[in-house]
């Protein structure tokens, strides 16, 4: 893509200390392993005059030089503005190799895989974290990040079909629709994150129970979490393998309203 001049996502590299890219990611997001995370530009033209560019960050699919697929997100702090674009299996497969393209039956299992970030290097013997989002998925070992509808049910469906006795749990953010998913989840015997659990054992030790309170009132999602509290090993600090839960008692710890 980088030799091409008109190709739609140019200047590919890794993570330039001190870019844009990389001020983004470790000062706003805390993100400091960036093994699988480039930097470009995501850029448009019509009749040979580029008409549109942004800076992006891409997520790479990958296991070594094995390209699954990628996501790009641009760095954009107005909501207004920012986009995020899946590019699966069969488009990277195919704009490598313009004159003999995948069969399109051949590649549905490819793209739903490519849409899974991070399933190429986690250990299946051990339980596997499924998050909805990449940037999530970053801060917890063995872990799935996922976008779009649906992603949730097509993995499992994926997986358990492979192997029954595959351990997963799921990481949903604390927002009605995702915890609507975390109680049909945990209704189907699979463990799920219980937030507020980790909330109440939060507010419970601070000296101020209800600045505490307000602090975590606006937490919806695992990196904003450790954004809050500026701390990147929030897996093994706050020990949140202990706050999944199988029970589906413990749905008083998911609210939906």
């Not at 004159?99 to 339980?127: G, R």
């Not at 989002?133 to 990040?145: K, T, W």
């Not at 601070?206 to 500026?230: A, G, H, R």
Request: glycine share 4%; proline share 4%; net charge neutral.
């Amino acid at each position: 893509m980088n030799e091409k001049p008109e190709s739609w996502l140019a200047e590919i590299k890794p993570i330039q200390k001190n870019s844009h890219a990389y001020q983004y990611l470790t000062m706003e997001r805390l993100i400091f392993n960036h093994e699988n995370i480039y930097q470009g530009i995501y850029q448009k033209f019509r009749d040979g005059k580029r008409i549109f560019y942004t800076r992006v960050i891409i997520f790479l699919n990958r296991c070594g030089d094995k390209l699954l697929g990628i996501q790009l997100r641009n760095l954009e702090k107005d909501r207004e503005k920012r986009f995020f674009k899946i590019v699966d299996f069969e488009e990277l497969y195919n704009y490598k190799n313009i004159d003999s393209p995948l069969d399109e039956i051949e590649a549905i299992p490819y793209n739903k895989l490519s849409h899974f970030f991070n399933i190429m290097n986690v250990d299946f013997n051990k339980p596997v974290n499924i998050f909805e989002g990449y940037l999530d998925s970053i801060f917890c070992p063995n872990s799935i990040g996922m976008v779009g509808a649906n992603n949730d049910e097509d993995l499992l469906d994926f997986l358990t079909n492979a192997d029954e006795h595959l351990e997963l749990r799921f990481f949903y953010d604390y927002d009605k629709t995702e915890l609507k998913k975390a109680i049909k989840m945990i209704k189907k015997g699979f463990p799920v994150f219980l937030w507020k659990k980790l909330f109440d054992t939060l507010i419970n030790k601070s000296k101020d129970k209800y600045k505490s309170e307000k602090f975590l009132s606006t937490i919806i999602d695992l990196n904003q979490l450790v954004v809050k509290l500026k701390e990147p090993d929030i897996y093994h600090k706050f020990k949140l393998d202990n706050f999944y839960s199988v029970d589906e008692f413990d749905s008083i710890y998911l609210p939906v309203s």
